[in-house]
């Protein structure tokens, strides 16, 4: 017998192979998904945790960053931080500004609002240490003179002012020297609720802004000598200095905020790209049996002149590498292209705004998943077309064999550890992957073991008299049902519907929860402590009907709770956030509005004795420490040691003061601080309130609540878009490996629904006995695939974006009612071509 060459098989595979792939295009299109995916993906996140790393020193201002709320480091501390490198040091605070001179005086002045938010940054004369600030008409050249500012883009088209303009600040007026282009830390200074200000420490000064208890931050960068190890400087000062309440950053970690969103986008890219490689194996495990069905007589004819079954697997694997390679060069074509495309759509989602550049590792990887998943998947069909002797081929539509030989599983065992071994090499947090992978595995095995049930249960059924439910029920378990492929496909798909509705109302309800029934219309910042009873009596002048919540405002940082210093902790509690740098805090006489006592007892207004703190419910849980443990916070670089009175669940969803900390008032009171005030009054009283109150108290800062919802709505918005985009990926997967398993018992349903109208059936009823079945099926995984999904959708968005779980039951299952009416249509629509073929012809092809 002789044996083919590979040469040789290829030119029978080349000639065998229709030019429009037919047969192929599903394996094409589902390999392509998922290699488009996952390159999309990893090339995507490669971009942009490259271009964090690159730019570490740019966006924190230095190799080192030493930050410290309401006061600045002592002369001391300077010249310690001078001995590390080259120091820069800035102060940043918010503040209010206004157009200097009259009202009118450019075109269209007299529109602009008073005064507005704006984030006001001092700077020295070795600002920046890394980058350049840019300006529309050149670059920045300090020094700043005392009487120049330089001012945002956002501030300039706001209060329509340009070059040679004068602005005021507190007790100061300046005079505009530049438009900033680029804030080379912009992204390294964190969220702001306005647009930025640069002037001189001196010109600073000049404002009489920063008074005893104003909230401002200092800032000291250190520039170090080259191949200065950033970490150990940093880790060293947090141990020597645990007790000052500072914060620090290094160049590897400049933006702690973006990091974390970036580490949560990846989970969840993760998930994404996870769930669509192991769609497009069942879609590519669906595509190659249904072509080989197609090739069944070929097969046999072959074997019937003398191929063995090496030839049998050269000239079919030749032929599926061929379009699996095609599918797979396309997907890291279009993969390495999105990455722009997506940075463009996700505008402000995304911290930074990389470039086009190619990311070599993702594609090779993700070439790699494809061609893995094709070799896998590909094998049982394969391995069953070989193995089978030409006449169990030829009788194939009513005699199908499934058994795979044992050389053929220990390939696939060998191919599926290699595959779970990359993923989980290549993945970020390989317990999460593997998670993950464990998770889609025990879905998939669910949905097997749901088929083979059915499968089992319909043949033991007893038969109806109807007899189109009975061609249904028979079509379940007759010889060479894809019962259990279409419970999968039918599964993943409902599934996938249901997730992505739950994903999206939640997401809905989060945006819609950002405005709360009673919002405050003012948050007013940086009042004099001495001064709040001229506070309220400017503010009731102006609106008799407003109502005012005035609390003190400190910065502080917990150092220790329960006996343990948060200094010696290798990880901090899941969702212990409070514990990273400084948080607000605050006394009170009496359990302050928007929180509820649930544990302990509150103390009497005279109140006295040692320091007691009150705090929230869910941080205590979170540390696991309740009523009678002490707590140890640095306010203002003292540590103060308090024991816990009480417990608080505190409304978040509410935007007045929520505090995770409420001090007794002896124990703070005699520190320096301000005050700070929500208002809340009728509508169109804001620029009356905003410039009576700038008048008696120029150094406040009055935010207005409005414009703040606004921002956080549209970020919300943009980042729900691009989550759904992301999910709905795995939607085309699931689709197309439904029209896969569809396809693949295309032949054996042929061959029923010739026999059923040689018998006398009509076309419709053909078709409405599959409807049926297609239904019952539709109708037993309602429910399976409600838990899988609400199951997913509860995952993403608690565990992976931190959000509440809040989803529309309604708008949830209505997308699974019309997520089963499609995927009835498109059961239907696959079969609507079997109507038209004739019996003789039909018959004569068996």
Not at 111 to 128: S, W
Not at 444 to 456: D, E, I, T, Y
Not at 729 to 748: D, E, K, M, N
Not at 803 to 812: E, N
Request: proline share 5%; with cysteine; hydrophobic share 50%.
């Amino acid at each position: 017998m002789t044996i083919l060459g590979w040469a040789q098989a290829w030119r029978i595979a080349r000639r065998d192979l229709h030019a429009g792939f037919r047969g192929l295009r599903l394996l094409f299109l589902c390999l392509f998904l998922g290699v488009a995916t996952l390159a999309a993906i990893g090339s995507l996140t490669a971009a942009i945790t490259q271009e964090l790393a690159q730019r570490g020193q740019t966006l924190l201002g230095g190799d080192v960053e030493i930050a410290m709320t309401q006061r600045e480091a002592g002369e001391g501390d300077k010249r310690a931080f001078r001995q590390l490198g080259r120091l820069s040091e800035t102060i940043r605070l918010r503040a209010m500004v206004q157009r200097a001179g009259p009202a009118l005086g450019r075109a269209g002045q007299g529109n602009a609002p008073p005064a507005i938010l704006t984030e006001l940054k001092g700077v020295d004369t070795a600002y920046p240490l890394y980058g350049r600030l840019t300006l529309r008409d050149g670059v920045y050249h300090p020094p700043l003179a005392p009487n120049r500012i330089l001012v945002g883009p956002a501030l300039a088209e706001r209060l329509n002012v340009g070059r040679g303009d004068r602005l005021v600040y507190g007790a100061a007026t300046f005079t505009i020297a530049g438009i900033i282009a680029d804030e080379p830390d912009r992204l390294g200074e964190g969220f702001t609720l306005g647009p930025v200000a640069i002037v001189s420490l001196d010109g600073l000064r000049r404002t009489a802004l920063i008074q005893p208890g104003s909230l401002y931050a200092s800032k000291y960068r250190v520039r170090m000598a080259p191949g200065a190890d950033a970490q150990a400087v940093r880790d060293d000062l947090e141990k020597r200095h645990a007790a000052d309440g500072w914060t620090l950053k290094d160049r590897d970690r400049a933006a702690p905020g973006a990091s974390r969103f970036i580490e949560r986008m990846g989970q969840f890219l993760s998930l994404i790209g996870l769930a669509a490689l192991v769609i497009a194996g069942i879609g590519v495990s669906n595509g190659v049996a249904s072509y080989l069905g197609i090739k069944r007589p070929g097969i046999a004819t072959f074997k019937v002149l003398g191929a063995t079954s090496g030839d049998i697997a050269r000239i079919y694997l030749l032929q599926i590498g061929a379009i699996a390679s095609l599918g797979i060069a396309s997907g890291l074509i279009v993969g390495a292209l999105l990455p722009p495309l997506v940075v463009t759509l996700a505008g402000d989602v995304l911290p930074v705004s990389p470039g086009f550049h190619l990311h070599l590792m993702p594609l090779v990887t993700s070439a790699a998943y494809g061609l893995l998943i094709a070799f896998l998947f590909t094998l049982p069909p394969l391995a069953r077309a070989r193995t089978q002797p030409a006449a169990l081929l030829f009788r194939g539509p009513v005699d199908a064999r499934s058994g795979i030989d044992r050389r053929t599983l220990l390939v696939m065992t060998g191919a599926g550890a290699l595959l779970v071994a990359l993923a989980l090499g290549t993945a970020r947090e390989p317990l999460f992957s593997a998670a993950v992978l464990g998770a889609t595995a025990a879905v998939l095995l669910l949905l097997l073991a749901l088929g083979w049930a059915v499968r089992a249960i319909a043949s033991r059924a007893p038969r109806p008299r109807r007899p189109l439910l009975r061609l249904a029920l028979a079509n379940l378990h007759r010889p060479g049902a894809q019962t259990a492929a279409l419970i999968v496909a039918l599964g993943l798909a409902l599934t996938l519907f249901v997730t992505l509705a739950g994903i999206q109302t939640s997401l809905d309800s989060e945006i819609r929860n950002v405005v709360p029934k009673k919002a405050p219309a003012q948050i007013v910042l940086d009042i004099p402590a001495a001064q709040v009873a001229r506070f309220r009596a400017v503010a009731v002048q102006q609106a008799p009907e407003a109502q005012l919540n005035i609390v003190p405002v400190l910065r502080g940082t917990i150092v220790a709770y329960g006996g343990q210093r948060v200094a010696d902790l290798k990880e901090l509690p899941e969702g212990a956030w409070f514990l990273r740098g400084e948080r607000g805090v605050t006394y009170a006489a009496t359990l302050p509005e928007g929180s509820d006592l649930v544990a302990g007892q509150w103390w009497p207004r005279d109140y006295a004795g040692p320091p007691l703190v009150s705090l929230d419910a869910e941080a205590a849980r979170i540390l696991n420490i309740g009523v009678g443990d002490t707590m140890t916070v640095s306010v203002l670089g003292r540590e103060i040691t308090t024991r816990i009175a009480s417990l608080r669940k505190v409304n978040w969803d509410t935007m007045g003061f929520n505090y995770v900390l409420v001090f007794s008032p002896r124990t703070l009171a005699t520190a320096p601080h301000s005050l700070a005030a929500t208002i809340t009054m009728d509508a169109g009283r804001d620029t009356a309130m905003t410039r009576a109150l700038l008048a008696a108290f120029p150094g406040i800062s009055v935010i207005a609540v409005g414009e703040v919802i606004g921002q956080v709505s549209a970020i919300m918005t943009q980042m729900s878009s691009a989550i759904v985009a992301a999910a709905s990926v795995a939607i085309l997967a699931g689709i197309a490996v439904l029209v896969g398993a569809i396809a693949a018992s295309r032949q054996a349903r042929s061959y029923d629904s010739v026999i059923l109208k040689t018998l006398g059936a009509t076309r419709w009823q053909v078709l409405g006995g599959q409807a049926l079945e297609y239904g019952l099926l539709a109708a037993m995984l309602a429910l399976v695939a409600l838990a899988l999904g609400t199951g997913a959708a509860w995952f993403v968005i608690v565990q992976i974006f931190d959000f509440g779980w809040s989803p529309d039951w309604a708008v949830i299952l209505a997308t699974l009612g019309g997520g089963a009416l499609l995927t009835l249509g498109i059961g239907l629509a696959g079969s609507i071509p079997l109507m038209s073929v004739r019996p003789a012809r039909a018959l004569r092809q068996l």
